[in-house]
């Protein structure tokens, strides 16, 4: 009866984080507008979306072969928490460690906390924060320290949810490093500086 408790408390946690933002974590381009046959009515507003910006030279993906190398750069994100081996994966072109309360540890919804990193292989080409804010889509956002490795950032808060925390994608030519923190009812330590700290430390590995 716990584990199933359980299990629906983190999924109320997960639907209210996805509900904070209005576009996709990790996307790093809007979706491709409906091919059209014809001429658009006279007066039309354009409903194809804007030219992102060109990707410079691709970076390899991070010499990381244990989630145990991400904890150790993350240590205050993933305190108290149990790495999710079902959830966890490495792979050529990919990698995915999630962390999550340990079993039978959630006495209160305050004991609801994730924190999940995702680093992918990705030659899709940069967007302009600038164009896609003129598109409506929200999010994206630069950063010094991205513009130098020809980058940008994309970020979700839940201010809005009972779920505290955000996630966010940082994404240079070549490779895209999503990360996630959740903690129910209070500040998380990740906000849109952190997370682009704590995806250069990553990179550098």
């Given amino acids: 009866m716990k584990i199933a408790r359980r299990r629906n408390l983190l999924g109320v946690l997960v639907a209210a984080t996805l509900l904070a933002g209005c576009a996709p974590v990790g996307t790093a381009a809007p979706p491709a507008a409906a091919p059209t046959d014809g001429a658009q009515d006279d007066g039309a507003a354009s409903t194809t979306p804007p030219e992102p910006a060109e990707a410079g030279a691709g970076r390899a993906l991070p010499a990381i072969t244990s989630c ?19 959830n966890s994966y490495i792979q050529d072109d990919a990698l995915s460690c ?18 999940s990193v995702t680093i992918t292989a990705d030659d899709s080409e940069i967007p302009d924060p600038t164009q896609m804010e ?20 994309l970020w979700l808060d839940a201010d809005s949810a009972v779920v505290g925390g955000g996630a966010g994608t940082v994404i240079v030519p070549g490779v895209h490093v999503t990360i996630g923190s959740s903690l129910w009812g209070q500040d998380s330590e990740l906000a849109k500086d952190s997370m682009v700290t704590l995806a250069l430390q990553l990179f550098d590995m």
């Fill in 68 to 86: 145990d190398q991400i904890s150790a750069v993350a240590p205050d994100y993933v305190a108290e928490l149990t790495l999710e081996q079902d």
């Fill in 98 to 115: 999630s962390w999550s309360p340990a079993e039978g540890s959630i006495t209160s919804l305050t004991d609801i906390k994730t924190f």
């Fill in 134 to 153: 003129q598109y409506g889509i929200k999010g994206y956002f630069t950063d010094p320290r991205l513009d130098a490795l020809g980058g940008v950032g």
